[in-house]
């Protein structure tokens, strides 16, 4: 008879199973590493989109509570005079500025505007020629408000793009598309195209002119320092505006005679129209004194506010357009009729 081992004999598991386990094991780990680093990036990237958020609205608001500022400085400009020239504070632009500069020594902590910038400028819209005022809006009894072009801004209009070695056929095909544009699908009056275009858009600035049949970016381009599209006719402010401008809108007046003009009230502004005509005879007699009456002033009524704002990663560039003048009844407030993102800033002229 054989004998019994006093203990039973194991058998070894073969060695491929082994490493299959082994394998296996790590998979599982490498796996739930995967998971596990997946949903931290995640997190993470939710954290930072929100981060990005909180940051971009703290930087709209800084940008509204500047505009409020700006609006508080025009204010403030008219309650001093009825003047408006750029030896004012209002023209003086802003360079980058730490945020706690303005806020005061009290709060300039690492919480308080430490890793905020402020920069910016106020521009007068009024120095540039309004396109609205290529359109007349009279009232019939019969058809209500009619839109019709004004030849003499057209003709202003037309003096203009030549200045600026632009086409000059561009005004007439620019008047008509306004007055088309005002009447919505009517149409443009009796000095208008004979019709409105249904479904024509009014423009909303001078980008919207490539509507226009002749029109290329770059010629808008051109055009951006020197014209302005505001919703209502207005002057131009002859202390403010540029010499191709003041050459456009006051008939006969070379530009290089409308660049001494420039000069001369860069020395000493002017008090009124009387003291421009006045400027302007001695000047260049050739010129028409009388066109200056009805298309200048030395008072603006809109303005540009440009600001850019840098709020720790945040960046804000905008241009808001505000209007100051009387408001139900106030006769110095202020309120702002839009608010438009910019890609860049303009130069400074």
């Known amino acids: 008879m054989s004998k019994r081992p006093p203990f039973p004999v194991r058998r070894r598991a073969p060695r491929r199973q082994r490493g299959a386990a082994v394998v296996t094991a790590l998979l599982v780990v490498t796996l739930a590493v995967v998971i596990v680093s997946g949903m931290l990036w995640r997190q993470q990237v939710q954290i930072r989109s929100i981060e990005n958020q909180r940051l971009l609205a703290q930087a709209t608001w800084i940008e509204r509570a500047a505009v409020d500022w700006a609006r508080l400085i025009l204010r403030d400009d008219q ?9 004012e504070p209002w023209a003086v632009p802003i360079a980058e500025t730490r945020l706690s500069d303005f806020l005061g020594a009290a709060l300039r902590t690492d919480q308080e505007g430490e890793t905020s910038f402020l920069s910016g400028r106020i ?34 209009y037309r003096r203009l793009l030549q200045t600026l070695g632009l086409n000059a056929a561009l005004a007439d095909p620019t008047a008509r598309y306004l007055a088309s544009a005002a009447m919505g ?11 409105g275009r249904p479904g024509l858009r009014a423009p909303d600035g001078i980008d919207d002119l490539l509507a226009i049949p002749g029109y290329t970016p770059n010629i808008v381009a051109a055009l951006e320092p020197f014209v302005d599209l505001l919703p209502e006719r207005t002057l131009v402010n002859g202390n403010t505006a540029e010499a191709e401008v003041l050459s456009a809108v006051i008939d006969k007046l070379p530009l290089d005679r409308a660049r001494e003009l420039v000069r001369q009230r860069d020395r000493a502004y002017f008090n009124n129209i009387t003291d421009l005509q006045s400027q302007l005879r001695t000047l260049a007699p050739q010129a028409d004194p009388n066109s200056a009456t009805s298309t200048l002033d030395v008072r603006t009524h809109y303005f540009l506010v440009y600001g850019l704002i840098r709020h720790e990663r945040a960046t804000r560039m905008q241009v808001s ?7 139900m009844g ?11 993102d910019l890609d860049r800033m303009p130069e400074q002229r």
Request: no cysteine; proline share 1%; glycine share 14%.
């Open 79 to 87: 309650r001093r005079t009825s003047v408006d020239q750029l030896g």
């Open 321 to 327: 357009l505000v209007y100051r003048g009387e408001v």
């Open 123 to 156: 521009q007068d819209a009024q120095a540039r020629f309004n396109l609205s005022n290529l359109v007349l809006w009279s009232t019939s009894e019969s058809q209500g408000r009619i839109a019709t072009i004004d030849p003499s801004g057209v003709a202003v």
């Open 185 to 195: 699908s009517g149409s443009s009056g009796g000095d208008g195209d004979g019709g």
């Open 330 to 340: 106030n006769a110095n407030t202020t309120r702002v009729v839009w608010v438009r």
